[in-house]
């Protein structure tokens, strides 16, 4: 198979002199250097993120709320010392808020400015004028696509918008590129790093899935959630990191509503160096489960469980 | 490695994953870029390109470790080569160290030693040590035959029986006393108990490949994706998926739904709102607004049999219905045996649907006389108290296999029914082509009906419910 490298084709595709250099060498340069910007990651993701990065092809990021997706995109611009452009999307967004609308204000502006001078011919000149770039508004893909320095696109939640709007992001991951009728087409200077968060609240289509790479991102094993904390709480003893991550391993093992995710582990860690704790007992747990657990329903039965006396021998 | 991965790619459809013409050629891209002697860069590089939906992975893992076990990825040829230079049968090519070493001298090895060396490994978490160990109790317990084409679950459990696994995770730190360390220390000894039966049933699985090859392995380890699970003769595992995949399922559905009645229709014209939009475009009312629509909601009446045999189907199907009894006006549910009871105020006492099906099997009382299934009996008693209630807004849904164990059928009784409500529709979890053998009389209520649904999957399950939403 006489394939041409994937960069290579995407930078001919939109007329690029010089292919744009790749940001990692191997999945472990990824890994280190996201470590470096205090993300620490595991083979998946880093195997992922580089493959996104050798392919020119986006990644969408899926798994429970609070794992780190959205912060894998923070710590890539982290890293690649590119610029973290972000679209939120909610249910209603639309074109003028995710791709680029006119100014109207600047254009009723510029018409009115030029009602003074004679009409006829000067009203061509002014069609042309005010369909022009300076009249603009870039919202975040065409502001990612024509940005000439390196920058990492991140879409959070895309779940969050209908189906039918999903088919505006298609054109910028697939081609890189932005139709706008009355200017033409915008094509990227560089190739940006395009991540894709989703909570998995509806199926996304076939036709995102099939464009974009794919990153699962679960619950981190005891040994990686411990090194996540002593990474990102300052001041904490190792034995009492090592034991949050059993505490939390087992709450998750737990039939739970809402099993703790890591930004809440590491919220409970927090307090506990606040309140000056080296391990944690009995009642420290009970008293602070509640930053953990979100549902009364799961607290109680997690005391029940984890601290009651009654412990079932299996 | 491209024949390789059409074959694999080919075993991942087999087992229901669909990978499109545009994933294959992504995954071939991949496979240039990274390191192919790499096995977990491999493994990332296939899985990011082929699967792109979560509850897929563990499917793809299964595969994955079939496919490219025997074979050490990247100089896969070379390897082989090699190996029959090397010897006939030479233990496979995965990990140059402990497995190559296995022979002769670790079978003099005696079971206390065994149990021993098993005990260290785990407690050291000696990775290395583990799967010697592993390799060892195969070797001694598994009593591996050669050409025999079973999935190796046979042999997991022999091997696994004679480990003597409480006793080890007893020593392994199981302490008695109560409270959070107590428990903290005995989830730790389980979880490296579970990686022990990993290195196990890897260890089987590797065996097998080299004994009759990938391609024939992976057709006898298949397993189902979650959503084509065949509720009725689901095993405890694959019920444990279930129970898992319910929860995501129905929140889809419910937002799905949701959104669908949203842009269905619009109601009125919603003046206030027009008006304040016209200040922008000089008092001319250019943008209309319009109120939102006035929700045309069913009732919807379930009737299911929660008999031994369709039980976990009528669970499935409460608890997917309630999950988005929002959209619809009302909810009633009953269940039965030969004796029927309501357990909608169950579900309304509760905001998790999972925990009041589970309060059924011990509140409701549905057993009248001998606890077989009396579908006549039922319904004409439902008819009794409650068909008054039934009216020309609601839908009735009856779940269960029709199977009356002989007793009277009353199919007069559903007919009534089905004059009163604005439909009725029969779920079926069998088979349509075990429909009327045996006990199973569907056919005489299927005259009744709008519709007799074969659902066997959560996938046809929340097909149907979509629809009537």
């Known amino acids: ?314 | 490695m491209l024949d390789l991965l059409g074959e694999f790619i080919a075993e991942l459809r087999a087992a229901g994953i669909p990978v499109s013409m545009s994933e294959h050629m992504d995954a071939a891209r991949a496979i240039q870029a990274i390191d192919l002697a790499n096995r977990a860069q491999v493994r990332g590089a296939l899985a990011a390109t082929l699967v792109k939906d979560g509850a897929h992975l563990p499917v793809f893992h299964t595969a994955f470790d079939v496919f490219f076990s025997l074979r050490s990825v990247g100089a896969a040829e070379d390897a082989l080569d090699e190996m029959e230079s090397e010897a006939p049968h030479a233990p496979g090519a995965s990990g140059p160290g402990p497995r190559r070493g296995r022979g002769g001298a670790s079978s003099t090895m005696s079971a206390e030693e065994l149990a021993e060396l098993l005990f260290r490994a785990l407690r050291d978490g000696d990775g290395d040590a583990l799967r010697r160990g592993a390799a060892e109790a195969v070797t001694r317990y598994a009593g591996m035959e050669p050409g025999r084409p079973v999935g190796g679950t046979y042999y997991l459990y022999r091997t696994l029986r004679n480990l003597e696994l409480e006793e080890l995770e007893r020593r392994l730190g199981a302490s008695d006393e109560a409270g959070l360390a107590g428990r903290l220390a005995h989830d730790e000894a389980a979880e490296r108990i579970e990686r022990l039966k990993a290195e196990v049933e890897r260890e089987i699985r590797e065996r097998l490949v080299e004994d009759r090859g990938s391609q024939a392995l992976a057709r006898s380890v298949r397993k189902p994706l979650p959503e084509d699970i065949d509720v009725m003769h689901a095993n405890r595992d694959e019920m444990a998926q279930l129970e898992r995949a319910l929860r995501p399922l129905s929140r889809k559905l419910a937002v799905r739904l949701a959104r669908r009645r949203r842009r269905r229709r619009r109601g009125p014209v919603d003046l206030r709102h027009t008006v304040r939009r016209s200040l922008s475009t000089g008092g001319v009312p250019i943008d209309l607004r319009f109120k939102p629509p006035r929700p045309n909601k069913p009732e919807i009446v379930v009737i299911a049999d929660v008999s031994g045999s369709v039980a976990s189907f009528a669970r499935f199907t409460l608890h997917l219905v309630h999950a988005i009894s929002s959209q619809f006006s009302k909810v009633r549910s009953f269940v039965f045996v030969d004796g029927i009871d309501e357990v909608t105020s169950l579900f309304e006492a509760c905001d998790d649907p999972a925990e009041a099906v589970a309060r059924i099997n011990a509140e409701a009382d549905v057993i009248a006389f001998d606890g077989h299934s009396d579908y006549g009996r039922a319904l004409s008693v439902f008819h009794d108290l409650y068909a008054r209630d039934v009216t020309r807004r609601t839908t009735v849904l009856v779940l269960g296999d029709a199977r009356n164990n002989y007793h009277q059928a009353h199919p007069e009784v559903l007919a009534d029914l089905h004059h009163r409500a604005k439909a009725v529709y029969w779920l079926n979890p069998e088979p349509a082509a075990y429909w009327n053998s045996g006990d199973s009389i569907i056919a005489q209520y299927a005259p009744h009906c709008e519709a007799v649904v074969e659902c066997r999957t959560l996938r046809q399950l929340e097909f149907f419910v979509g629809q009537l939403a």
């Not at chain 1, 198979?1 to 472990?28: I, K, N, Q, W, Y």
């Not at chain 1, 083979?43 to 959205?70: C, H, M, N, Q, Y």
């Open chain 1, 1 to 314: 198979m006489t394939s041409l490298d994937p960069r290579e084709e995407l930078a001919r595709r939109l007329g690029l002199v010089h292919v744009p250099p790749v940001h990692f060498a191997s999945p472990d340069e990824v890994k280190d250097r996201l470590a470096a910007k205090s993300y620490l990651s595991d083979d998946a993701i880093a195997s992922v993120t580089f493959l996104a990065d050798r392919l020119a092809k986006p990644v969408l990021v899926e798994g429970p709320a609070g794992t780190g997706k959205t912060a894998l995109a923070q710590a890539v611009a982290d890293a690649t010392g590119a610029r973290l452009i972000r679209l939120q999307c909610y249910e209603g967004l639309d074109e003028s808020k995710a791709l680029y609308e006119w100014n109207y204000r600047k254009q009723l502006l510029r018409i009115q400015a030029g009602r003074s001078e004679s009409a006829g011919e000067e009203w061509r000149h002014l069609e042309e004028d005010i369909f022009a770039e300076e009249f603009l508004l870039r919202r975040p893909l065409l502001e990612a696509i024509s940005a000439t320095e390196p920058v990492v696109l991140l879409i959070d939640e895309v779940d969050r918008v209908e189906l039918e709007t999903e088919a505006l992001l298609l054109e910028v991951l697939s081609e890189y590129q932005v139709s706008i009728p009355e200017l033409g087409t915008v094509r990227a200077h560089q190739i940006p790093l395009v991540f894709l968060t989703s909570n998995n609240t509806r199926e996304l289509s076939e036709a995102l899935k099939r464009r974009c790479l794919y990153l699962y991102i679960g619950y981190p094993d005891v040994q990686r959630e411990r090194d996540i904390i002593l990474e990102r709480v300052p001041g904490i003893s190792s034995t009492l990191a090592e034991q949050i991550a059993r505490v939390v391993r087992s709450l998750r093992g737990l039939d739970l509503k809402k099993a703790p995710s890591v930004s809440e582990t590491l919220d409970w860690a927090r307090t506990l160096v606040l309140l000056g704790r080296e391990e944690i007992g009995d009642e420290d747990a009970a008293a602070t489960l509640h930053i953990l657990l979100k549902y009364q329903t799961d607290i109680e039965r997690a005391t029940k469980e984890l601290l009651g006396r009654g412990r079932t021998v299996a």
